[in-house]
């Protein structure tokens, strides 16, 4: 073979394999992007509420091993230290114990209240209301040693503004069914 | 030849494009820092999960406020500023936590913890469609009042979360060294 000859075969080969390597960049970049971010969006994800699974009224739902049914959503009005436009609304909730590893399933349980605009309001401690002894919180109730099959009572009290009441939906997230939570339908739905 | 010194200077090139980079990359701390919403007093100034509105700015000598039930008269070798704000929540309820007087010489006062009990004291928890009125205050040096800047943020460290900057203006020095609208004592019992 000639040295011309040589030359020529090694400019093909190296063109070939350049354009290999541009070509492998296309799956490359991307993946390294992807591998780069997964902690990022895993934490995204795992870390908020984003895809409501709408629970009509009067129904339970499986969510986070537990089978949970709005029973009540009512304001509590004519308390008289709050400004005149603020109303306290009580979300009862009953929920059937099927997994009682509460402390991992209910994990970073939130209980919170949305309305058409997707505004979210959390639980207050502003206005306490009494309650009877069975009934509990969310977080109370990870720590109350239920059983599989017992059936909690649940009470958040929320501050709203009265403009809101006429369009808040209660809805529950836990962390280990994120990013999805419930979002229950009242009556009138 | 020719190609050599095409070489070369591509190479000085890549170095001082290289250089440039180098030097004018931000921080490391300014990269993940808080992200500043500016204002000044009276704006309301928009951070990505609450909003503040400073309404008015007031100093003192003393402190009138309530500890356990008793009256307590609090001095300070400096002097009182008591700010008052009105929060508001954006999207979702939130807690505002922290606040800094930072003075004209770069002072950076955090409020004061000696009347922890008082009512309209941060931390504050603020719900979407109901504002909140909050005092700050801090103890500083008479000579860091003027041209300071309010440093309002959820949390202590709001790494990549809005921090409201909200710059206070001149404010005018009396022959006794303080501000000439300082009164004797305010009284923090009464309601904001």
Not at chain 2, 37 to 62: C, H, Q
């Amino acid at each position: 073979m000639t040295a011309q000859g040589l030359d020529r075969e090694n400019g093909t080969s190296e063109r070939r394999w350049r354009r290999r390597s541009l070509w492998s960049l296309v799956l490359l970049v991307p993946l390294s992007l992807a591998i780069g971010s997964y902690d990022s969006v895993k934490a995204l994800l795992g870390g908020n509420d984003l895809f409501p699974r709408r629970v009509a009224w009067g129904e339970s739902a499986r969510f986070g091993g537990s089978d949970w049914k709005l029973t009540d959503l009512r304001g509590a009005f004519g308390m008289s230290n709050l400004a005149p436009d603020t109303v306290p609304v009580l979300a009862d909730f009953s929920v059937k114990i099927g997994d009682p590893d509460l402390q991992n399933r209910w994990l970073g349980c939130k209980v919170m209240l949305i309305d058409k605009d997707g505004r979210r309001w959390s639980p207050t401690s502003i206005a306490s209301l009494k309650t009877t002894d069975n009934v509990q919180t969310c977080i109370s109730a990870i720590f109350s040693g239920a059983r599989s099959g017992d059936t909690l009572n649940l009470r958040e009290t929320f501050l709203v503004p009265k403009e809101a009441t006429k369009s808040i939906r209660p809805a529950v997230g836990v962390a280990s069914e994120r990013p999805h939570f419930l979002l229950f339908q009242l009556e009138k739905d | 030849m020719m190609r050599k010194l095409a070489n070369v200077v591509l190479l000085l090139a890549a170095v001082s494009l290289c250089y440039g980079l180098q030097v004018s990359k931000p921080h490391y701390g300014d990269l993940i820092g808080p992200i500043p919403a500016r204002g000044e007093l009276g704006d309301t100034v928009v951070g990505r999960s609450f909003e503040v509105r400073a309404e008015k700015v007031e100093f003192a000598r003393k402190l009138k406020a309530d500890r356990f039930g008793d009256s307590k008269v609090l001095t300070t070798g400096g002097i009182w500023a008591v700010v008052t704000v009105e929060f508001a929540a954006r999207a979702q309820s939130a807690t505002v936590a922290v606040a800094s007087w930072r003075g004209t010489t770069g002072l950076t006062y955090d409020q004061t913890e000696r009347l922890s009990f008082t009512d309209g004291l941060l931390p504050v928890a603020i719900d979407p469609g109901l504002p909140k009125k909050a005092r700050l205050i801090f103890e500083l040096r008479p000579d860091e009042v003027s041209d300071a800047t309010l440093l309002i943020s959820e949390k202590l460290m709001s790494a990549l979360d809005s921090q409201a900057e909200i710059s206070l203006g001149p404010v005018a020095i009396g022959p006794d060294g303080l501000p000439p609208g300082t009164v004797d004592t305010l009284d923090m019992t009464q309601p904001i």
